[in-house]
């Protein structure tokens, strides 16, 4: 049995683990400010809220807890937004975190697991990216997140005894597969949980961005990654570092991919309703192709999905989104 912190629990990503998480012998804790998330997506553990930027109230909670590791998932995360607001972003992202690990070290929480993202790799050239390949993000959003992963290697560098496992996610997708959590938030930018909602009449249409890539429909593929999948590749990484597991970085993704015309199909398909889509211009900074090189993290972390089936991703989201409605 360890003890958890769970930051941003309460939030699409996080409210997976906290209730895979139950089925564990760990103890959790989930500190968020529900600015995105909500108290009844927390199924296990105390939900103490709160803001990561209020410092003291954090680090009482750390101090009396005496947590063993720390799962990072509060953040921002909508890319058009940290281009316009970058400050927001970096405050939030990077500073935060700054404080967050920084109370880490002070007070021995060791382990610590960061939801790191794809958007790191930028354009990467070929579309397939892996671990050790040249990294640019081409948004704001991507640089702060780049941003922590160096103070997370340097810390570790600094740090005998800290370790980390920093996961890169793809495309986050669907809801979990027993209906008990999934996406809230209705300013979702993500592609299946837009489509679902026009499906169910909550949009009048939606929009596909570019036709005109060098791909097999001129729509943009990438690797659609569902989240009890990746739910559980956190709780393969906390086991992995509390095991004694040293410091390490993987892809979290099935390592193909789809195109945006192919999702839309099987939402059609599954959903049985041929909503409207409307074709819009291209998006600066959509790279073509963003797929994974998925081996490293089932060799390090022993990590094995069972979902990699679009029509299982879209079948869970569209669900959840009904009893949204
Ligand atoms: N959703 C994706 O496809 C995706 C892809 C790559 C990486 N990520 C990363 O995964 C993490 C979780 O993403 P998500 O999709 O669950 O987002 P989300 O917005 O649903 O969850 C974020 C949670 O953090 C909380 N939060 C935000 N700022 C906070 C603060 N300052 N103090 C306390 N709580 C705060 C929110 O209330 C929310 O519950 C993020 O760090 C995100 O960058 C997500």
Known sequence: MAKILITGGAGYIG???????????????????LSTGRKESVLNGDLVVGDLEDISKLEALIIEKKFD????????????????????YYNNNT?????LINLCIKHGVNKFIFSSTAAVYGMAPGGICSE??????????????????WMLQDVAQ??????????RYFNV???????????????????????????????????VFGDDYETKDGTCIRDYIHVDDLASAHIDALTYLLKGGKSTLCNCGYGHGFTV???????????????????????????????SKAEKIGTV???????DDLELIVRTALEWEKKLS
């Open 15 to 33: 409210s997976h683990i906290v209730n895979l998480i139950g089925g564990t012998d760990h103890e959790v804790t989930i500190y968020d400010n």
């Open 69 to 88: 590791a720390c799962l990072h998932f509060a953040g921002s995360i909508i890319v058009p937004e940290s281009v316009t607001d970058p400050l927001k």
């Open 95 to 99: 500073q935060n975190t700054l404080s």
């Open 132 to 149: 050790d390949m040249q990294v640019e993000p081409i948004n704001p959003y991507g640089k702060t997140k780049l941003m922590t992963e």
């Open 158 to 167: 600094a740090h005998e005894g800290f370790e980390f496992v920093i996961l």
């Open 173 to 207: 997708a669907g809801a979990n597969v027993d209906g008990r959590v999934g996406q809230c938030s209705p300013l979702s930018t993500h592609l299946i949980k837009i489509a679902c909602e026009t499906a169910l009449g909550k949009r009048e249409k939606m929009y």
């Open 261 to 291: 015309k192919e999702v839309l199909e099987v939402v059609k398909k599954v959903s049985g309703v041929n909503f409207k889509v409307e074709q819009g211009p291209r998006r600066a900074g959509d790279a073509p192709v963003l797929m």
């Open 301 to 307: 972390l022993g990590w094995k999905p069972k979902y």
